[in-house]
Each structure stands twice: as structure tokens, then as C-alpha cells.
């Protein structure tokens, strides 16, 4: 029970750690601390992507679920079995790649801009 409790507990970490991927930025412009760390989960999910690298998470969840006697992850991970043919059909995969990194990088620029014209309204 405890392995399949665990489970499920890191399939959700997982989706919040991709909402924080997409929208971590746009709290950035609200909380500018969060932009750091935002930078470096972007970064961590440019890795994912590029397939450099397995997630942690991934491992854990697949441990889990093995353990509970459930089955684990697609081979291409969580986006492969959670999201992609779920929420997206599975031929849109490179587009929404990108659609994301366009939202990531909008916000961003989003709070350069707002930062810049706090400066600039300070003095």
C-alpha cells in the first residue's frame, strides 16, 4: 500500500514540476525569487527532452509502482504516458515542445520588462 501510495504522490510532483516548467515564470513576475529556480527547472527540462539524462522522478515512480506490483512508465516516461495521446495528440509532440519553450520564453521576457520598469520607477 505504502509503495503505491508513493507512487502517486510522485506521478503528481511530476505534474507539478511540468506546470512549474511552463508557468513558473509568469509567478516570477509576481515573486522574483521563483525566477532562479525557474531557470533551473527549465533547464533540467530541456535535458529531459533532449533524452540526456533519465528524471529522477521517473525512477522513483517506476520503483513504486514495481514495488506495488503495478506497472510502471511508458519508455518514453511520464509525458508519454500521462500526457501525450491524452492531452495532445501523440503526432503534435515536437509543436507543443515548442509552444512551451515559446511560453517559457515569453515569460521571461515578460519579467525583464517588468523588472526593468520597477527600476526604472524606483529612481
Not at 527549465?42 to 529522477?56: D, K, N, R, T
Request: hydrophobic share 55%.
Amino acid at each position: 500500500m505504502i509503495y503505491r501510495i508513493l507512487g502517486e504522490a510522485t506521478m503528481v510532483a511530476h505534474f507539478l514540476v511540468i506546470a512549474y516548467i511552463g508557468l513558473g515564470g509568469f509567478l516570477a513576475w509576481l515573486w522574483p525569487r521563483l525566477f532562479w529556480p525557474h531557470l533551473a527547472i527549465s533547464a533540467w527540462g530541456l535535458v529531459q527532452i533532449a533524452g540526456l539524462a533519465e528524471c529522477p522522478l521517473t525512477a522513483i515512480e517506476n520503483w513504486a509502482r514495481a514495488h506495488a506490483g503495478e506497472r510502471g512508465l511508458a519508455p518514453g516516461g511520464f509525458i508519454d504516458t500521462y500526457i501525450q495521446g491524452t492531452v495532445y495528440p501523440a503526432e503534435y509532440a515536437v509543436l507543443v515542445r515548442w509552444i512551451v519553450v515559446g511560453v517559457v520564453l515569453v515569460s521571461w521576457a515578460g519579467f525583464y520588462l517588468r523588472r526593468r520598469s520597477l527600476q526604472k520607477s524606483v529612481f
